[in-house]
């Protein structure tokens, strides 16, 4: 079991039995195609496949802690506690591009933290760097963008955060080492998996239940007409002799029996919200093309804390 390295909204660490539970009693390469904090994948620890990402920056950071960790703990041993005061060796010290007041040194990695959005100079490894420690100072763990491209989201309230994680990024560099890590529309997956392998499709979603409407649906962009390509294109994989699992909106379900998934609700609390004592369970789903009599026993290996 491996740690993930960040915080990261609508991670599956509460859903883990539940998604083992439909895992198949053999499969050859494990596929991600959206991966986000990645959960499930340093839960499973698998040995080779694919994780996909199509925001930049994130898999930015995880190329690095494949292949660079050693420099990245030591770039992240660097910086200073976020609410001291900015570093007058660095752009950003006064104030930031807007010409507003930077209060402190969050604000001001914040600020250098976009800096490939606006074409500025920067580097790879910093900007990994950074990512992981606006990640584990800002507030609750969020990564937000405005229409942009710019991360802004404020400082967090936290006591001693700890941005370095040296031994969480030992661990997944070494879980990551025989992954190819990727920056793709997720429909590179239909030429990617082969017969006997499995993908988990984890697609951005809002939680809803079962007999609320698409009408009210949406999820960071991913709407209607992706949620019902996603269908299709499982159902490719599952001509392919693909093993697909699927955790989805509550609002998916009919969607999935009609393509002949076995589909399931499962609870799931958020692990992120801006209402700390709002964490209700809400409904979402699991689809699976893998039958019972076809499953293994895998079993939960850990439930890892949100917060370590």
């Not at 998996?193 to 007999?211: E, I, Q």
Request: glycine share 8%; hydrophobic share 30%.
């Amino acid at each position: 079991m491996t740690i993930p390295v960040l915080k990261w909204a609508g991670g599956k660490r509460q859903l883990l039995d539940d998604l083992y539970d439909r895992f198949p009693a053999e499969y050859n390469s494990y596929h991600e195609p959206f991966f986000g904090g990645g959960a499930l994948f340093f839960d499973l620890e698998p040995s080779n496949g694919t994780i996909n990402d199509t925001n930049t920056r994130l898999i930015n950071f995880y190329e690095h802690v494949r292949d660079n960790p050693r420099e990245l703990i030591r770039k992240l041993q660097q910086f200073d506690g976020p609410e001291t005061p900015a570093n007058p060796d660095q752009p950003f010290n006064e104030t930031n591009r807007k010409g507003r007041e930077i209060k402190n040194y969050y604000y001001q990695q914040r600020e250098r933290f976009n800096n490939r959005v606006h074409g500025d100079e920067f580097d790879s490894l910093e900007e990994a760097a950074l990512l992981l420690y606006l990640n584990r100072t800002c507030f609750n763990g969020l990564y937000r963008e405005n229409a942009s491209g710019d991360f802004n989201v404020p400082i967090g309230g936290y006591v001693n955060p700890d941005w370095v994680r040296s031994d969480e990024i030992k661990q997944a560099s070494k879980v990551l080492s025989n992954t190819e890590i990727l920056n793709k529309n997720w429909t590179y997956i239909l030429e990617k998996a082969n017969h006997g392998d499995l993908v988990y499709l984890d697609p951005p979603y809002k939680p809803m239940s079962a007999t609320e409407y698409f009408n009210d649906y949406s999820a960071e962009g991913f709407g209607k007409e992706d949620q019902e390509e996603l269908c299709e294109k499982a159902y490719k994989l599952t001509e392919k002799g693909v093993h697909v699992i699927v955790s989805n909106s509550g609002v998916t379900y009919g969607m999935y029996e009609d393509a002949g998934f076995d589909v399931g609700v499962v609870g799931a609390t958020r692990s992120i919200n801006s209402d700390g004592e709002n964490r209700d369970e809400v409904d979402e789903i699991i689809a699976t093309n893998i039958p019972e009599d076809k499953r293994g026993d895998f079993g939960q290996q850990s439930l890892v804390d949100f917060n370590a």
